[in-house]
């Protein structure tokens, strides 16, 4: 079946989770992703799990499935020059190198760009190309930090906190996967490639949503709210006897099916409960204890099952296991098996976005070091054992 | 200048925060975006932070930047007509509607493809459009619980905790422009439209990296690990004197460095903490308490300014003034302003993909309530008070 990239040609300088998950994204979609790794491997090849049998990273087999790779030592000058020749071919490159870095391997978006006019060069970088931080280093905690998610995250009496998944990482690669595809579309009518810059501080500060505009336009800096939302209740994450469940109560029709589903009519005839508003300004205190209480004698799949019988939005806290075993996450093939050449049969997340058409799959395991270099450099077996000699791959 | 989506027209059937945060970043790139309100409004204006002068909400007026705004009434047939209308001219429409109510409105894609075959339609809900969860209620809460993303967010002693911002909610709608453009890129070759479905339960699953795996390849179940990563260390967040500071030593080399800074070399000579391995097993204790101890003697300031120095990755814990005020935010123009009709200046965050050629932009407040109805429908101020009088609008 086509898929959406079929023929489009990447090649993806990337290490570690930024720059290869946007890779996946396309690959995922029929873009021919060939990854060049240094001769030393991604290092997230030496990041766990490990697979047991194998010694193989379940990490890089999951963020590399569809791609190709091959090793190539770009400080070598010959080397770089058969990275040139890729190039020459290729429709988009992206590298995820600290700013500076790139132009100093001479594989930055000014020397590509050269070298074929229609390239579309995406860059992802803890602070970006421009602006004062630019070459500062970064992981996924300083920019969740400095880009103000921590502070906003966990509870008033607690500590700042970070999201338990690097999103730093993972949101922003796949801005720079929007970046790329709005690039390829604009290419189609201006015959032009170009250069798209994102930056893991631009990506958290993006995803605050209004508390933002509760400084700028509300006036006040928002603190950690815990697992409530200040403007719904009953919205919070109740403890039951056997772990906890997320309940969201965002109306006064709804207000009035939960106060009857479980058995408390009398929240109903009290005038701190009567509106969204109130609710909201009341929680704290009765309300919750009351649900708190109803919740903490019953197990969480009995809840979950009730009100999603009357239609109150509501879900289990999951775990892994139980996540990865949910009937909708099966149902929605969100997760996918491959067969590795040497971890054998694994399995991961699948494909998020849904197209009709041309549908995405996974359908070839991630590369083992090295494994395309000499076919893609169409080398005979001397060739390829003279030029390895020499440290190009 | 020009634009990368310029001439792509978007119709946008949405409310509240996910499907206008894709309408969003399709408009900042230069698509005419449409947005459909129901005669009485998208929810999203009556929830805060308002500006205190004209009542507007802040949160309204970042979302639906650069968008044009007309109400309609799909209820009516008549009027359902003339959105019938708009879609023949139309390239894209967008709905976050729960699964199952476009359909009941007759603006399914189903229906709208065989008025438009080039149509691209996207659709973003809680659970997706498959699936035995298809028609559930869903709130960012319970995407973020089911996704697996609150059980391993906050601390192992603490509660499961749920992220600050509604990344289930904007990292969808990202997720649904992907798709769009996915869609857009392939119809310049097909010539043919396609659905496109995102699911705020998949995006969650999909950004849980290697959790997912450390079950399927690890064989373990992970739990919360509150500031820590189980891989690297140190990396963690510190108190300050004043407030706090995130950092990550994430090799040898760096805590070299890191130890000399800090006037402890004598962790250096310590056996237990020689490699990152090393310092991941033994880093609660002796190593954990002396940057505690060394971090809460100073100022958070200060400490970014002296590891920035030496290159050691550190970011201060921002609040959102000291966020929107960073320089780099600022250089980065990633704070943008407007001018409204009743609010005046209003600022909120910019445009995060960054393309050298077609650049986006926020050049226009977000509609009024019906602002374009008139001008967009072409109606004279007869026929438009007349079709107002029956409800069209």
């Known amino acids: 079946m086509a898929k959406a990239l079929d023929g489009v040609k990447v090649i993806e300088l990337c290490h570690a989770y930024n720059g290869p998950f946007c890779g996946m994204l396309l690959a995922d979609h029929g873009a021919e992703v060939l990854k060049i790794e240094p001769p030393n491997g991604d290092q997230l090849r030496t990041w766990g799990p490990f697979d047991k049998k194998s010694g193989e990273s379940g990490f890089f087999a999951f963020l590399n499935r569809n791609k190709k790779g091959i090793t190539l030592n770009l400080k070598n000058e010959q080397a770089r020059e058969m990275f040139y020749e890729l190039v020459k071919e290729a429709d988009v490159v992206i590298e995820n190198y600290r700013a500076g870095v790139a132009k100093r391997l001479k594989v930055d978006y000014e020397t590509l760009s050269k070298i074929n006019p229609r390239l579309i060069y995406g860059s992802s970088s803890g602070f970006g190309q421009t602006g004062p931080w630019s070459n500062r280093p970064c992981y996924d905690i300083v920019a969740q930090s400095m880009g103000g998610l921590v502070n906003i995250t966990g509870f008033p009496e607690g500590i700042p906190t970070k999201v338990g998944a690097s999103i730093a990482d993972n949101v922003t690669g796949t801005f720079l996967c929007v970046g790329i595809l709005l690039a390829l579309y ?31 336009v ?34 006064d029709n709804l207000f009035e099916i939960f106060c009857k589903t479980i058995g408390h009519e009398e929240l109903l005839e009290n005038p701190k409960f009567k509106t969204n508003d109130l609710r909201c300004q009341n929680y704290i205190g009765d309300l919750q204890d009351t649900i708190r209480d109803w919740v903490g004698k019953r197990n969480k799949q009995d809840i979950d099952d009730l009100f999603g019988k009357v239609g109150i939005p509501c879900g289990v806290v999951l775990n892994m296991k139980e996540a990865i075993e949910h009937p909708q996450i099966k149902a929605r093939d969100m997760m996918v098996e491959v067969d590795h050449p040497t971890m054998g049969k694994t399995s991961f997340q699948g494909v998020t976005v849904k197209l009709s058409e041309t549908p995405g799959a996974v359908e070839s395991p991630s590369p083992l070091l090295g494994q395309h270099t000499q076919e893609i450099f169409n080398l005979s077996d001397e060739e390829f054992k003279e030029l390895s000699e020499k440290g190009f791959f």
Chains 1, 2 share one sequence.
């Open 186 to 216: 604009s290419r189609e009518k201006t015959g032009k490639g170009q250069h798209v810059d994102v930056a893991m501080l631009d990506t958290i500060f993006s995803l605050l949503e209004n508390s933002i505009v509760k400084y700028t």
């Open 218 to 251: 509300g006036g006040y800096i928002p603190d950690r709210q815990g697992n409530i939302d200040p403007s719904i209740a009953p919205f919070d994450i109740f403890k039951a006897k056997d772990g906890y469940v997320a309940i969201g109560v965002g109306n």
